[in-house]
């Protein structure tokens, strides 16, 4: 079993930033993969950005240029820096983790509304 909590999330103006957090149970280098997704209403999830055990990074198409996937290994958690946030980012906000053998773990969710 692999316990993620999620935080950070909250209320933020139209290109205002928010950072989120995922700490993990078990040690980052664990997992084969890391990533957020984030679902809104009446919208399936969608994976928002990805990274590899070696560090390679992917991101939808709609947050490339303003968000920021990254991890820390000594502290077994992983940030999602958003910038530039718009309307639509509105969502709550999911931290996953690839093990193998597992089809993988899920946060608990964390919300993000972006609005004046």
């Known amino acids: 079993q692999v316990q993620l909590v999620e935080s950070g999330g909250g209320l933020v103006q139209p290109g205002g930033s928010l950072r989120l957090s995922c700490v993990t149970s078990r040690s980052i280098f664990s997992f084969y993969t890391m990533g957020w997704y984030r679902q809104a209403p009446g919208k399936q999830r969608e994976l928002v950005a990805g990274?590899?055990?070696?560090?390679?990074?992917n991101y939808a198409d709609s947050v490339k240029d303003r968000f920021a996937i990254t991890r820390n290994n000594a502290k077994n958690t992983l940030y999602l820096q958003m910038n530039s946030l718009k309307p639509e980012d509105t969502a709550v906000y999911y931290c996953?983790?690839?093990?193998?053998?597992?089809?993988?773990?899920w946060g608990q969710g964390t919300q993000v509304t972006v609005s004046s």
């Open positions: 990274i590899t055990t070696d560090g390679n990074t």
């Open positions: 996953k983790v690839s093990v193998v053998g597992t089809s993988g773990y």
